[in-house]
């Protein structure tokens, strides 16, 4: 056991930052004002102080160029880590990490290995409007080559941080921005091994898979709830853990998944698609998915809580599919929105 | 003519209203500070203080048909362009009232009667946009043009260069204005481009290019116009770099701690509404007593904008399912 301390979300990440920098010598850093003004979500406070600029880097605003600075600098035996503020830049570099990073093992006959992390801030909820609130899992998913992962809680910040950069391939690290500010307490000798889901909650009534932020909506739906719901934070998106998940499932008869992303195309479809195929006769009823309509995120603050899955919401749909054994409606199909 | 229409042909005529225009600018990112703190806006927003003279003589010699792309530092710009108060400050405050009803916010601004396309909170999104809107007039003919305006930190972006050589080699009628305030979010230019004269870059694309004085109107308006005159009469595109200055910090959050000491005063000494108070001082356009009722009054107005946007509705839960897709028609 190591020492728990009590620490935000922001300080975990640089605590495993700081850590890995210093047991390893090859770790860097780099991103748009993350070393003179110490991240614009200061994620790498006092990092700068500590390593000096060698290892600490300002750039200038060339998402493609820094990213893939960061694949030739793995290539070569570095372990550059790489901020995206905001998912959406991830935009104008998007070949240096899907169709560069994440091939060179395959093209090189195994011979290349590419320990670079990419991590960009994600989600909605603090009015930033749509070109900032994405969380865009799928942009980044459907890579093979390209491992996903995305922490719920102070904890997860800081071990999968230390994860991905000990990774040997490519990693990209979704950091739900609205948990910046959230504390939590962090066991810096905890281990959270990517492709490893977390069983938050046990229970027998239903299986809940969520991700990011809806972690947190989930616990407090469930608590609202008053059922015996199982909750398991997936983690990691790519690879998803299939053994954790689909044992839950068999063992209470009923998956729901929580996202925050459009209906169309989120992560969870696959979930549901795994447990539907392969355990379609253990089944009590049809795993179904609470996400977000397939809508821009809206700026307006009273939009925007009703567009992400709420606690309420989520509470109705797991009571009334145990109820009835039938899927929910989302909120706007009761509204009568499409 | 609509009411917003005829606020941009009076920035268009005459230079007591390009004046009073960047009042109300000035004015109107002024009252944005208090409206954070009172919570009645949310996210974050891009102070343009300081660089008000570039909106207003931009404004003043392009068209309402002419095509302008501009970045989230656009409330400027877009009252410039004659967007209304109401219209602008609704949209900062998710009302229905904004110029998107609300769902936009801050950093997206947008009128194309007055020829502004939604405004990108992606550096370098509204270039290669700009361009294109500059090709459809090369290929119907028509002599108006597309402005692409961006920041400093946008030159070290693909996308300003991919556009700039696409511009050139295609002989666009569109005019590239970067607003070099001296900073990108936290960083000073010279931290992150190895290059004082930013214009000198559209010489790799043998662009013509210049700089200007971003805090005189009439230095703005006298560069601009060269470069719409070239654009219109088919020499292609430019280049412009405005000298200016964010007087704010980048962003809401930002107390700007990162300035040399003394640089902000030594900008503020060339304040734009300073600069032309005098020289329209000077031209007997306006006197002391004026200057000092237009921004009385300026300030009233204001005021009645905020209570007007306080009391616009918020967008009903229908409008985030809007305006995503209109029905899909097969043929012509
Ligand atoms: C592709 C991309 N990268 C990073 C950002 C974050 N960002 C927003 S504003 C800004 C600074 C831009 O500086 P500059 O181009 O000089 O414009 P200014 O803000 O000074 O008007 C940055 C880095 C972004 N919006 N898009
Ligand atoms: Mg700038």
């Known amino acids: 056991m190591g020492t728990t301390t009590p620490m935000r979300f922001r300080q975990a990440i640089v605590s495993a930052l700081a850590d890995e920098m210093r047991a390893d010598s090859t770790v860097m850093l780099f991103g748009e004002d993350v070393a003179e003004a110490e991240g614009p979500f200061k994620t790498s406070e006092g990092l700068l102080t500590e390593f000096g600029p060698l290892r600490i880097r300002d750039t200038p605003i060339s998402e493609m160029g820094f990213t893939g600075a960061a694949v030739g600098a793995a290539i070569m035996g570095m372990k550059p880590v790489v901020e995206i503020m905001f998912m959406e830049f991830l935009g104008v570099a998007l070949d240096q990490l899907v169709t560069e990073a994440a091939k060179m093992r395959y093209l090189s006959n195994g011979k290349l290995s590419v320990p670079m992390v990419v991590r960009a801030s994600v989600g909605s909820g603090l009015g930033f409007g749509c070109q900032h609130s994405q969380t865009l899992e799928n942009w980044v998913a459907a890579t093979p080559g390209l491992k996903v992962v995305c922490p719920s809680d102070a904890q997860a910040a800081y071990s999968l941080m230390r994860a991905s950069i000990q990774d040997p391939d490519p990693v990209m690290i979704l950091e739900p921005r609205i948990l910046y500010a959230e504390r939590g307490d962090v066991d810096t000798s905890l281990v959270l091994p990517i492709g490893k889901a977390r069983v938050l909650r046990k229970g027998s009534d239903i299986t809940v898979v969520a991700l990011g932020q809806m972690v947190n909506v989930s616990r407090s739906a469930i608590e609202k709830s008053g059922l015996d719901v199982e909750l398991i934070d997936l983690a990691t998106v790519v690879p998803w853990d299939r053994e954790t998940v689909l044992t839950s499932v068999k063992k209470t008869g009923r998956l729901v998944v929580v996202e925050e992303a459009p209906k169309s195309g989120g992560w969870g479809s696959e979930i549901v698609a795994a447990a539907t195929s392969e355990l379609f006769s253990q089944l009590k009823g049809a795993p179904f998915r609470i996400t977000t309509p397939d809508v821009p995120v809206p700026y307006s603050g009273v939009l925007e809580a009703r567009f992400v899955p709420t606690a309420d919401d989520v509470a109705r749909q797991l009571t009334e599919s145990l109820k009835s054994g039938t899927t929910p409606k989302s909120w706007w199909e009761l509204e009568g929105l499409k | ?332």
């Open chain 2, 1 to 332: 003519m609509s009411a917003e229409l005829k606020r941009r042909k009076a920035v268009q005529e005459d230079a007591v209203a390009q004046y009073e225009r960047m009042i109300e600018i000035r004015e109107f990112e002024e009252q944005i500070n208090g409206l954070f703190a009172a919570g009645s806006i949310r996210g974050t927003t891009h102070l343009c203080l300081g660089q008000e003279a570039l909106a207003v003589g931009l404004a003043s010699v392009l068209r309402p048909t002419d095509i302008v792309s501009a970045t989230y530092r656009g409330h400027g710009i877009a009252l410039a362009l004659g967007l209304s108060p109401e219209a602008v400050l609704g949209e900062i405050m998710g009302k229905t009232i904004g110029c998107c009803g609300g769902v936009g916010g801050s950093m997206h601004l947008s009128n194309m009667e007055l020829g502004l396309l939604p405004t990108s909170a992606i550096i370098g999104g509204g270039m290669p946009v700009a361009a294109g809107a500059a090709l459809s007039f090369q290929v119907r003919k028509t002599d108006d043009v597309a402005v692409a305006v961006f920041g400093d930190g946008a030159t070290n972006i693909g996308a300003f260069h991919e556009t700039l050589n696409l511009a050139a080699i295609w002989n666009l009628p569109v005019i590239f204005i970067c607003d070099n305030n001296v900073y990108g979010e936290y960083s000073r230019i010279n931290l992150t481009t190895p290059l004082e004269d930013l214009h000198m870059r559209a010489d790799s694309y043998k662009m013509p290019h210049f700089s200007l004085d971003g805090m005189d109107i009439g230095a703005v308006q006298k560069g601009v116009t060269e470069a719409v005159n070239r654009a219109r009469s088919g020499g292609g595109p430019t280049l412009i770099e405005a000298k200016t200055y964010r007087f704010a910090g980048h962003s809401r959050a930002d107390q700007a701690l990162y300035r040399p000491e003394g640089e902000l005063e030594k900008w503020q000494k060339r304040d734009p509404i300073k600069v032309t108070e005098e020289s329209l001082v000077a031209s007997g356009a306006l006197n002391a007593d004026k200057i000092a009722k237009i921004k009385s009054d300026m300030k009233t107005t204001i005021e009645k904008v905020v209570a007007t946007c306080q009391a616009s509705p918020e967008p009903s839960l229908a409008s985030m399912f809007q305006n995503i897709f209109t029905p899909a028609k097969v043929g012509r």
